[in-house]
């Protein structure tokens, strides 16, 4: 009863901030405006960005847009198209291309992560594989904008909607999970294979997964296991209030996962903000909208379905049910066995402090059926997690070998090497 509670109390706090945001805010640019008389003496450009800064903390964040505009290949820019190609009460499959693909571009279905954040945090993959692909990203809802009627999700649905939009992209398509979705990415091509779907990826690529997390735990793992899994239930569950469409709806919410995270590396992201009051205070407004523009994606956070959350902590961190073969979709056992002829490009962060090293490895050790010539190793040397899949190391190092993955495969199947899902 306590915890359930916590949602109101912090929609009161929520409140509160936004408009102590405003007011600093508008403090802020007063104290330095120009035209006035002490914007120039003493402590008052300190005093504005210490303002800046805090306005920036408390203030309200919405879904973040992708923005993607344009897309550079080969020195010419090409306009970016963006759709929504399927929309379903938990996510929208959101379609991106540009004129400068080819009829025979591969597809690419990006599998985000329901972990706290927005698809938008994998606005820099999208713009990255877009250049050589027609990529398909899986944008989800807030299930705190869900209404009730409109059911339930756990890792059953997730699965399957992951093999419906395979199925709606077509035969020969790419999959590429960033992170927590390696799990359900690498049981919906397990549950197509016993099927024989002949829409099954070609290759699935998975990028800091948690697909065996005995392999290197981390802090994330460890807090995981630290209590049964009756005490996540009891006490991070609450009920959405009344002021969403997701009323009555039980969810893990957005804010305690960001302030877990947050809490999990708290001296890195105070010096981040003194940083960014250096920034301000000195003039170099470059690096100070750098840092904003990070913690605007950073702290836009949407709450998960209590149920999904919990099969997660259960079945991923707790039981470990895919890599032990023990899983169970919609009633049945996924055979992970059955994967024989979907290429699979494991790639790691050297130092990865939420996957740790082997954990998404462990993928080509439960694949037995699959040819070792399908499988493949990368470990991303002095790359943190979201290194892995944004900034210039994924650009220039660990997109290439992806491209290379993909285009093998592509090439390999066209020409009858490999046998072509049809």
């Known amino acids: 009863m306590r915890f359930a509670l916590l949602y109101k109390a912090y929609e009161i706090q929520r409140s509160m901030l936004n408009a102590g945001s405003a007011m600093a805010s508008m403090s802020a640019d007063m104290l330095g405006n120009p035209r006035n008389p002490l914007s120039g003496f003493g402590g008052t450009q300190m005093l504005a960005s210490a ?69 938008t945090l994998l606005r820099g993959t999208v713009e990255r594989m877009l250049e050589s692909c027609v990529v398909y990203i899986t944008d989800w809802a807030d299930a705190k904008f869900v209404p009730l009627e409109d059911g ?118 105070m010096m981040s903000h003194y940083g960014l009051f250096k920034h301000l205070v000195q003039g170099d407004g470059e690096s100070a909208d750098s840092t904003k523009a990070f913690y605007d994606e950073y702290r836009a956070v949407c709450d998960m379905t209590a149920e999904f959350y919990l099969q997660t902590v259960d079945v991923v961190f707790q039981t470990h049910a895919l890599p032990k073969g023990e899983l169970v979709h919609q009633g049945i056992l996924v055979d992970l066995a059955a994967i024989k002829d979907t290429a699979i490009l494991c790639i790691e962060g050297e130092r990865d402090d939420i996957s740790g090293i082997g954990q998404t490895k462990a993928a080509l050790k439960v694949t037995p059926g699959l040819p070792d010539k399908l499988k493949k190793y990368h470990l991303a040397p002095e790359v943190g997690h979201y290194g892995i899949f944004n900034g210039s190391r994924w650009r220039s190092a660990i997109a290439p070998v992806v491209d290379s993955w993909i285009e093998a495969h592509e090439k390999a199947a066209k020409s009858g090497k490999l046998k072509v899902v049809r």
């Open 152 to 269: 339930r999700f756990d890792l059953d649905e997730y699965i399957d909607y992951l093999i419906g939009f395979l199925e709606y992209i077509g035969p020969g398509a790419h999959m590429m999970a960033v992170c927590q979705p390696s799990v359900p990415a690498l049981a919906a091509t397990g549950v197509m294979a016993v099927r024989d779907n002949p829409c099954r990826p070609l290759t699935l690529t998975m990028m800091g997964g948690p697909i065996d997390t005995r392999e290197s735990p981390t802090a994330v793992n460890d807090h995981a296991i630290a209590r049964p899994y009756v005490w996540f239930k009891h006490n991070v569950i609450t009920t959405v209030p009344v002021n969403y469409p997701g009323a009555g709806r039980q969810v893990y919410p957005g804010f305690v996962q960001l302030a877990s995270f947050m809490s999990m590396n708290l001296g890195s992201h």
């Open 51 to 119: 303002l800046e800064v805090f306005a920036h903390a408390a203030a309200p964040r919405a879904k973040p847009a992708f923005g993607l505009k344009t897309v550079t290949v080969g020195g010419k820019a090409h306009a970016v198209n963006e759709t929504v190609v399927i929309h379903k009460p938990f996510c929208d499959l959101r379609m991106f291309t540009h004129d400068g693909l080819g009829p025979d571009a591969p597809r690419l279905l990006l599998v985000a992560p329901m972990s706290g954040h927005y698809a």
